[in-house]
């Protein structure tokens, strides 16, 4: 297969466009359902429009460009919601890739017969629940999960679709497209490839990733006149919960396994008064699922231990809904390394994806492969998110190469 040539300065006029929708600083605040992001997502439907596409903005605030073209389709994009402190490029990069490749094959008169639907999923930063879009086009988002789902500052779901202006939008769905797979394009969000000094990443399995949070009941009281001994310190019992799992931790991790105690709560937050009331959100990620078992059972072992020292009372519950890591497709990894090989000869590797991914959910209906480009730093969901332009542009001609030959062997 030849190389596919992608229009550079239109790739990155898109993304700059998209930048500017929520811009903060470098970065971009875009919350899933936000005016902003549903801004963005119309924005986005009308250059699918523009490029030839069908134009769909679902029910869950999905953004579908469907193509004319007839055969099974090869679906491409990624999701355009941010995390609270987001990057411009997470998310966004795949979602521009896909419309610059559909752009890219349709201007090819070797390939504008070949048929790509463009995808931006909502909510993949888990603002109510996590890829809540691509889970609802899988069927993965059952009512039941839906009910009562309110975000951390407990806005409701129900209420935030009607804001949108989706309350009553029909929703997509996978059984209703001839899909022969997915491929996301991502920023890595990790040092690897930079460290490594090279500029393209074939992803070979996506991490899977579980979450707890820890409360603890104690009994408020002065900081002055209450004496150590038998102090209900909420705060004491917190600490001493998120010292053992540290320590406990790597005795059964996996060799790439993480975690993160990236939420803490202390009420009432006073310096002279004893918190009566403290949580701690933990997530943990591995490719391996029997890991993040193990990691359960061993929160819940120190949390026995921390009640059978009397004080504060702590109680554990799952903070989020389970991914389950995801292995990406061997054909749709060797065609784009075939890609990566003819536009990055010997600059290229197979990794993991140490980040969860859309491709994660939807490679349960579908076979679904991901491509990243390097972040400068390794540094992501932080303003100072960044990839170089030249890596940016060579990311989607790999994409679109490694796309046309998927659907050329398809054919
Ligand atoms: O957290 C993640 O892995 C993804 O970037 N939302
Ligand atoms: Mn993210
Ligand atoms: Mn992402």
């Known amino acids: 297969m030849d190389g596919i040539k992608i229009n550079g300065e239109r790739l990155l006029a898109d993304l700059r466009a998209m930048r500017a929708m929520g811009a903060a600083g470098t970065g971009v605040v875009r919350p899933a359902f936000s005016e902003i992001d549903m801004t963005a997502r119309r924005w986005l439907a009308e250059r699918y429009t523009e490029a030839g ?22 679906l491409i994009g990624s999701h355009s919601d941010t995390q609270p402190t987001g990057g411009w490029l997470d998310g966004a990069l795949g979602v521009a890739y896909g419309l610059e490749v559909v752009r890219a094959l349709a201007e090819d008169p070797a390939t504008k017969h070949l048929a790509v639907d463009a995808v931006s999923w909502q909510d993949e930063e888990s603002r109510f629940y996590g890829c809540l879009g691509s889970r609802s086009f899988c069927g993965g988002f059952p009512a039941e999960a839906e009910q009562g789902l ?48 090279l500029r393209i990443g074939i992803v070979e399995s996506i991490v899977g990733l579980g979450g707890m949070v820890f409360t603890f009941t104690g009994q408020q009281n002065h900081a002055g006149t209450t ?156 303003f100072a998110e960044d990839s170089h332009v030249e890596d940016i542009i060579l990311g989607c001609e790999v994409l679109a190469t490694g796309a046309a030959a998927i659907l050329t062997a398809a054919v």
């Open 53 to 74: 596409l069908t134009a769909t903005i679902d029910g869950v605030g999905n953004v579908l460009g469907k193509s004319a073209n007839p055969g099974p389709a090869l």
């Open 227 to 382: 004496m150590m001994a038998g102090r209900k310190d909420a705060a004491t019992a917190l600490y001493a919960l998120a010292n053992a799992i540290n320590e406990e931790f790597p005795k059964v991790a996996g060799e790439r396994s993480v975690w993160t105690m990236g939420r803490v709560l202390l009420r009432p937050g006073a310096p002279s008064i004893v918190p009566g009331y403290a949580e701690l959100e933990l997530q943990y990620r591995d490719v391996d699922p029997a890991v993040l078992d193990r990691f359960e059972a061993t929160a819940h072992d120190l949390v026995a231990r921390i009640n059978g020292r009397g004080g504060a009372v702590a109680e554990a519950k799952p903070s989020r809904v389970r991914i389950a890591p995801a292995h990406m497709d061997e054909g749709f990894r060797g065609h784009l390394a075939k890609a990566a090989e003819r536009h990055a000869p010997g600059n290229w590797t197979a990794m993991p994806s140490g980040a969860f991914h859309d491709a994660g959910v939807v490679c349960a209906v579908m076979p679904c492969a991901m491509l990243f480009i390097p972040s400068i730093g390794g540094i992501s969901h932080d």
């Open 150 to 197: 309110t975000d951390k500052d407990g806005v409701a779901l129900s209420d935030a679709l009607a804001q949108a202006g989706l309350t009553d939008v029909p929703r997509l769905s996978s059984g209703e497209h001839d899909y022969m797979g997915f491929l996301e394009a991502h920023i890595e969000q990790g040092p690897h490839l930079e460290t490594d000094g």
